[in-house]
């Protein structure tokens, strides 16, 4: 499983790039705006400055919610660098919109995805990456991994080439359960993959080596 950081902050990005187990990135304009980047001009700055960043896919979402607006938005954005992922809403005119970025070769990520009925569209549009958003599903009381194992099995059973992207990832057993039901990417926080690194036991069993280290040789 590919591992993305879902941010546009820049020194988060480099933090766990540095762990060496970055695959991408993912922003949308919820994280930009966070970061106060505002402005076309400034926009395409700073997913030239992820890019150079992690080596690795980086999905830069368009705004427009019309086809001729998606299209014209997302062939900017593919120019930026090779690896810039075109990340599309999952409504009628973005599916018009992967299918004419697929059938010219820039990659898409299908967003906002809820529902294995849109999983199916946007695989059938030839969507690169597919981003079911499970915290939102929790947050709503119903269960975002069952989404995920569905959305896999559906994958499977037809051959499916879209990759499943969990995202609104909220912490480390989301993680885990997307890797455990067939998610080919997780985009996550930080503080979700650095919250993997924890456990109790490690803890007390680093700090007795240590202890044992120090009294045995002085
Ligand atoms: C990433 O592609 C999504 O935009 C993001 O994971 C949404 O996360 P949220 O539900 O925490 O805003």
């Known amino acids: 499983m590919k591992f993305f950081i879902d941010t546009a902050n820049l020194e988060q990005i480099r933090e766990a790039n540095d762990l060496g187990i970055l695959d991408g990135v993912t922003t949308n304009p919820s994280l930009m705006a966070k970061e106060g980047i505002t402005g076309e001009e400034a926009v395409m700055k700073h997913y030239k400055d992820i890019c150079e960043i992690v080596d690795g896919d980086v ?58 009925g849109q999983a199916i569209l946007a695989a059938k549009a030839g969507a690169t990456y597919l981003s079911p958003f499970i915290g939102r599903i929790d947050d709503m009381n119903w269960d975002g991994m069952e989404l995920i194992k569905q959305i896999a099995e559906i994958y499977a059973v037809q051959g499916y ?26 985009t996550c ?20 080596f240590l202890a044992d280290h120090a009294k045995a040789n002085g």
């Open 161 to 186: 080439e879209t990759q499943i992207l969990a995202a609104s990832i909220r912490n480390p057993l989301h993680i885990v359960k997307s890797a455990q039901f067939g998610a080919d990417v997780v």
């Open 59 to 116: 999905s830069a979402e368009v705004i427009s919610t019309n086809f001729e607006g998606m299209v014209a938005e997302g062939e900017k954005l593919a120019a930026i660098h090779e690896n810039i992922v075109v990340k599309v809403p999952m409504i009628k005119d973005g599916i018009k919109a992967i299918r004419y970025f697929s059938d010219r070769g820039i990659r898409t990520n299908c967003t906002l995805v809820f529902s294995a």
């Open 189 to 208: 926080p930080l503080s979700a993959i650095l919250g993997m690194l924890k456990h109790p036991l490690t803890d007390i069993g680093l700090a007795q």
